[in-house]
């Protein structure tokens, strides 16, 4: 097991080696983001019910507008906290493919990748992007993705919110796998 802030297991089973990433959250981040999306629902309610009756020709478009935003914002902070109670990502290692799946309470597609494809793996790189970084470990985010690899010409992305110490014992784990299907 991979004792960490991020809630990484690591499972040996007869598939394979099973990873585990469930998000963190301090009870009181859960709180605020819940309180926070039940205020900004009330709020663009009240703009919604009161404003587009009154206003006419601009005023109406104004008030779109500012609803399309709105409800941006409405589904980001819900798709979080959703995502922050009862999200997980699963990562199945076999001895040909790594098999993934972002589960939403256990909904969710899983993605299979053929490991003699995946190339280019380590760790996503937002030293360059100092305000992403930022904004992706926010708690009121899902997360930014901290590993990535390109696969038949796309790349993909996972493992929101890893620590650096987490991601790289991931990448060497998906790193051995690879060289065992290579070595076969």
């Not at 605020?32 to 999306?37: E, K």
């Not at 039940?38 to 779109?64: H, N, P, Q, S, T």
């Not at 494809?117 to 030293?127: A, C, E, F, P, R």
């Not at 051995?176 to 290579?182: E, L, P, Q, S």
């Amino acid at each position: 097991m991979i004792n960490s802030g991020a809630k990484v297991t690591l499972e040996e089973t007869e598939e394979g080696t099973v990873i585990s990433i469930l998000p963190e959250t301090k009870p009181w981040q859960t709180f605020v983001l819940g309180a926070w999306a039940v205020v900004w629902l009330f709020c663009g309610a009240f703009v919604m019910l009161g404003g587009y009756k009154e206003l006419e020709g601009d005023g109406r478009i104004f008030i779109l507008v500012f609803l399309a935003f709105w409800a941006y914002f409405l589904f980001y902070a819900a798709r979080s906290l959703v995502w922050n109670n009862v999200g997980t990502e699963f990562i199945r290692i076999t001895a040909e493919s790594m098999d993934y799946k972002r589960s939403w309470n256990d909904y969710g597609k899983v993605r299979s990748y053929d490991l003699s494809t995946i190339k280019n793996l380590g760790m996503v790189n937002y030293d360059d992007k100092p305000f992403a970084k930022t904004y992706n470990a926010a708690f009121w985010t899902m997360g930014g993705e901290m590993i990535g690899f390109e696969y038949i010409g796309r790349k993909i992305a996972f493992g929101f919110k890893l620590e650096e110490k987490e991601t790289k014992k991931i990448i060497k784990l998906i790193e051995k796998a690879k060289r065992n299907v290579i070595s076969q």
